[in-house]
């Protein structure tokens, strides 16, 4: 049956906006970087955002800190599923692998929380490499279920490892160990949100970077059609590996920055509905676009709060989740391409862009 | 060629879009230093005890609503009454979906933005949310029989509500010592620090069950583990797994003729939920070690405290929990925090972990006759167990009020 | 020897609810090409169905097939409004569209009848049989009978009907179906609404033993993915033995394996799971075949 899972893989392929707007970024790359005005809205935002931080509370922050721990995990799924063409449906687990790694390390042996990241995000590199060795044999949904096979698993194994990872009550610090360095004048929330702007903007120029060199024309091959990536002498199966470790280490970044903020790792943060979450994300927002991580983390993290504060009451809470359920289902009916997608499609077509079908 | 300005157009505001997403979403203002320093200082005052609330409203845990609507049909009561000493009681309850990071948001939320001055969270993940409220000194009842939730050296403003999980294991494990010496034990319970801290309970009253068996929660169908205790001739069955797994478990060992004498985990022996589903015949002679009422059970048709949580729940709350014993315990609770609040005449975090480790001999709706509530170790409030056995229709004493306050000690 | 009987009786009883799950979880992947996160979910409304027209007064004889008939309208009706809309923008879209079909379901379920559990009778009543050291109880026997009833009509269907015959055609080459006139879509969504009738079934044999909760078909649903896969996607009749080879499986490994315990059961499937792929990707009843490029 694995012409059907190829089937709609290939006419998604040809039904992506990425499509039509093949040529257009070829020639908006011609210019130098400083002219094109994609880079000035991204640094437009990057000021912004760090301008935020003294504008809002510090409730606030917090909550947009948890977005920007999220949106780099979408953004490392991102890289695996919209340029790649891998499923992953374990991406919460590579997420909880790094949160408990950084923790362990800090709670457990001391170290500084620079130095238990990135052994976080080396932990979890290594590990999504191993899962991608699967990959080499199995793809589509096939991949997908080994996946989730992690995602079931691995809350199971934190609770029952206890010895190392406190069990089913986790391990918890009395404090969020990222701190302002002495002679910040700022609060924790406030360096939190600012240092996690840095870590989102530099993972997205990194990943920018890599999918746009040569080694982005090999990935874009590989997605397409790997058998004729291997004839033009892509070495597939170690590409397969690079772009899983990669794409799960960023996974474990932003899961030991989200678990060291929140000065806490439970099982039950990392289960396997937080790697469907992970997930939707990634196509809410739009698997292609880089900004699309950002919305559909946004989307994740905010939806189901505004939902319930409107609903609220202690009977609501069925209500929420139906409400979410559908505003998840409307927004794959009216815009295919994730949110992020979909806005520059609107964008285009108001500006008197040539008239596209939304689908093929 | 017409293309390129718009699509470079599109890209630029989605760019943006994705940005001012975030800040919108942020809409209120930082405020201001005053607002922070106004709780825990405000006795006397006439301004509202603002109580929050995170609780399971929704996903796989959402029947622990039913404690948010009992307590807060509870706080409505108090409220029509005239308040604590005069002050309203403003309960905000927030939905959490059992996720820690959302209920550590909540959290921050009900302390930072509506100035929360107790926080009530519900479960385990409660641990992973107090660090938080003790560093900001706030005065957190956490739902949870877990023994981190006793450790007020290391959380001083967080109390918890229920016994200690391993009190029960204590006070099972001396009844069948006392009922049946020769008995081969067997436990069949969740995987997670609740069965291991009843199983430790056990130990420490000197008995090691012959044979512990658990499975992850959600896993209801449990005949595997049935027929491997029966083979390895389990005659006493201490059935501690929650949820729909209890009832299940239930019919299932009346369908394969397993009768073992068996006591049921507190908390899943109600009649709404375990023994009514599971059909009364099939749990008739079981035992189990209780300190709640069950607001379902026709013995408490008449009493005082059980009439006043099912005309406020029905006043207040939502009817459908007039039977629900998960209601009834939220409604303890609220009544527990408001005790304490009358005690510290104000919510500061200090003043309500004292008023709340003073409590002695006080009455509460919620738990059996002939029980008081009085700070016991660990700060829990609730340590005293009788235990009832159920005739077909209802639960009955079995023995008399044992006090796992004197157990711990000796 | 006679706890080891037991425990494979017992774990081919439960295999079979599991059989039934992954028989429709197959259905649909055949047809639509995604695996449906919200396959239990439907059986576990079909199950509160059964109950309130069980509660009616309706006797067992005609809940099953005016079940039966609703679920496949119910299923025909999702495929058609909710899933149509998506489908051509590739195989995660559609698994994400199933996974809110799944919160959404879940939801209506607990808005209409609470989260607490409730206990349904038997349709079979609560005989209990021996026969030498083994204990079976009717629901097991008359449930059994159910469940492997339904997937022999579903099999007969796809065999000997002309119908059957449109069904594999499309889900063996949508585009060559197409040419020949058969309606492809019409196919897709007949596909859906089988699935959702023998997921159904599932769901009325399930209730009485596990009682009626939204969370019913949870854990089910993670066991009937391992059993498709174990099976292999392309094959009915390998989604049912694997249905039953998980059943049996994880109940004899948590009893007799040491190490895993009941807490690890779940890992059992999913750990046979990761071999099979790795040794055989298109399962054991699949047939391999060469993926189009």
């Known amino acids: 049956m694995a012409t059907s899972i190829s089937g709609p893989a290939t006419r998604t392929v040809a039904a992506t906006p990425g499509s039509p707007r093949a040529a257009a970024p070829a020639l908006d790359e011609l210019r130098p970087l400083w002219r094109r005005p994609v880079t000035w809205a991204w640094t437009a935002l990057f000021v912004v955002a760090l301008v935020v931080p003294f504008l809002i509370s510090d409730y606030d922050l917090f909550k947009a800190t948890r977005v920007l721990t999220v949106a780099i995990a979408v953004a490392g799924l991102n890289l695996l599923i919209g340029r790649a063409g891998q499923i992953s449906a374990g991406h919460g687990a590579l997420y909880g692998l790094g949160a408990y790694t950084a923790m362990i390390l800090v709670k457990e042996l001391g170290w500084g929380w620079p130095l238990a990241v990135l052994a976080a995000v080396i932990v979890s590199g290594a590990a999504g490499w191993l899962i991608g060795l699967p990959a080499l044999r199995v793809r589509g949904l096939n991949l997908g279920l080994l996946t989730i096979a992690i995602a079931a698993i691995f809350p199971l194994l934190l609770s029952r490892f206890e010895g190392i990872t406190g069990g089913t009550i986790g391990l918890q610090l009395a404090g969020s160990p990222i701190t302002p360095p002495g002679g910040l004048a700022l609060t924790p929330e406030q360096f939190q949100f600012l240092l996690l702007v840095v870590v989102l903007a530099v993972v997205l120029v990194l990943l920018r970077n890599l999918t746009t060199g040569p080694l982005g024309r090999a990935v874009e091959a590989l997605r397409v059609n790997p058998l004729m990536a291997r004839s033009e002498g892509v070495d597939v199966n170690r590409l397969t590996l690079t772009m899983f470790g990669i794409s799960s280490a960023v996974a474990g970044l932003g899961g030991a920055l989200g678990g060291l903020v929140l000065a806490s790792t439970v099982p039950d943060s990392y289960s396997m509905f937080f790697s469907l979450t992970l997930l939707s994300a990634c196509v809410v927002g739009g698997s292609r676009t880089w900004a699309g991580s950002l919305v559909g983390a946004a989307f994740i993290v905010y939806l189901p709060d505004v939902i319930s504060q409107h609903i609220g009451s202690t009977t609501g809470g069925q209500w929420s989740q139906l409400v979410y359920a559908v505003a998840l289902l409307l927004t794959l009916f009216f815009l295919p391409a994730g949110v992020a997608g979909g806005a520059g499609r609107l964008v285009t077509r108001l500006t008197g862009g040539p008239r596209r079908r939304s689908k093929a | ?410 | 020897m006679s706890e080891l009987l037991q425990q494979t009786v017992s774990g081919l009883t439960t295999g079979l609810v599991y059989a039934a799950l992954a028989l429709a979880i197959a259905l649909v992947f055949q047809g639509t090409g995604t695996l449906n996160f919200a396959q239990g979910e439907f059986a576990t409304l079909a199950a509160f169905v059964s109950f309130a027209l069980s509660t009616a007064g309706l006797s067992w004889w005609l809940i099953v097939p005016v079940l039966v008939v609703l679920a496949f309208v119910f299923g025909a009706g999702v495929e058609r409004l909710l899933v149509r809309p998506v489908e051509g923008n590739g195989p995660l879209a559609l698994l994400t569209v199933t996974a809110a079909l799944l919160l959404g379901t879940n939801a209506v379920v607990a808005l209409i009848w609470g989260t607490d559990v409730r206990s349904m009778p038997s349709p079979f009543g609560d005989a209990v049989h021996h026969v030498g050291p083994l204990t079976f109880t009717a629901q097991a026997l008359g449930g059994g009978a159910l469940v492997l009833t339904a997937m022999v009509l579903c099999g007969a269907i796809f065999r000997f009907t002309p119908l059957g015959l449109r069904l594999r055609a499309v889900a063996d080459n949508p585009d060559s179906a197409r040419l020949l006139g058969i309606s492809t879509g019409l196919m897709l969504a007949v596909g859906w609404g089988i699935a959702a009738a023998v997921g159904a079934v599932a769901g009325l044999v399930a209730a009485p033993t596990l009682g009626l909760s939204p969370e019913l078909m949870t854990n089910a649903l993670l066991l009937a993915l391992a059993a498709v896969t174990l099976g292999g996607f392309s094959s009915r009749l390998g989604a049912v033995v694997g249905g039953l080879l998980i059943g049996v499986l994880s109940n004899l490994a948590s009893r007799y394996v040491p190490g895993i315990g009941g807490d690890l059961q779940l890992v059992v499937p999913f750990a046979v799971i990761f071999l099979v792929l790795l040794v055989r990707p298109q399962g054991l009843f699949g047939r391999p075949s060469a993926v189009r490029a």
């Not at chain 2, 320093?37 to 301004?47: F, I, K, N, T, Y």
């Not at chain 2, 369908?255 to 073992?260: F, T």
């Not at chain 2, 009364?280 to 607001?295: L, R």
């Open chain 2, 1 to 410: 060629m017409s293309d390129i300005p718009g699509l470079v157009r599109r890209r630029v505001v989605v760019a943006l879009a994705a940005g001012s997403l975030l800040l919108t979403a942020a809409c209120s203002g930082r405020a201001d230093d005053s607002s922070e320093s106004a709780s825990g200082s405000s006795a006397g005052s006439d301004e509202p005890i603002v109580v929050g609330m995170s609780f399971p409203l929704s996903g796989p845990l959402s029947g622990a609503a039913a404690v948010a609507d009992g307590a807060a049909a509870y706080f409505e009561r108090v409220n029509a009454e005239g308040g604590v000493d005069g002050r309203e009681i403003d309960y905000q309850v927030l939905d959490d979906g059992y996720d820690p990071a959302r209920q550590a948001e909540n959290a921050r939320q009900l302390v930072d933005q509506e100035d929360a001055g107790v926080v009530l969270t519900f479960g385990g993940i409660s641990s992973a949310t107090a660090p938080y409220l003790n560093g900001e000194k706030v005065a957190h009842v956490a739902f949870g029989t877990q023994a981190a939730l006793s450790d007020t050296d290391t959380t001083p403003y967080t109390r918890g509500w229920f016994p200690d999980g391993s009190w029960e294991g204590q006070v099972v494990a001396e009844h069948i010592q006392e009922e049946s010496p020769d008995a081969v034990v067997g436990v069949l319970g969740i995987a997670n620090d609740l069965t291991t801290s009843q199983v430790d309970g056990m130990a420490a009253a000197g008995l090691t069950p012959d044979k512990v068996l658990t499975v992850p929660p959600g896993v209801v169908d449990l005949t595997s583990q049935l027929n491997e205790l029966r083979g390895a001739g389990v005659d006493t069955l201490f059935l501690a797994v929650v949820g729909p797994a209890q009832p299940a478990t239930l019919r299932t060992m009346a369908d394969i003729g397993y009768q073992p004498t068996t006591y049921l985990y507190s908390a899943a022996s109600d009649l709404a939920t375990s023994v009514g589903p599971a059909g009364p015949e099939n749990a008739t002679n079981a035992f189990t070690a209780q300190y709640f009422k069950d607001p379902a059970d026709p013995r408490w048709a008449d009493d005082e405290g059980v009439q006043a949580f099912k005309e406020d729940i029905a006043e207040y709350g939502d009817e459908a929990n007039a039977d629900s014993y998960l209601a009834i315990e939220g409604y303890g609770a609220a009544a527990a925090i408001v005790a304490a609040l009358e005690e510290s005449g104000g919510e500061g975090g200090d003043a309500f972990a004292e008023a709340w480790d003073s409590i002695d001999g006080v009455d509460n709706p919620a738990i059996l006759p002939d029980m008081q509530l009085s700070a016991g170790p660990g700060s829990r409030l609730v340590h005293q167990y009788r235990i009832l056995q159920f005739d077909g229709t209802s639960w009955q004493d079995a023995g008399d009020v044992v006090d796992a306050a004197d157990l711990a000690q000796g």
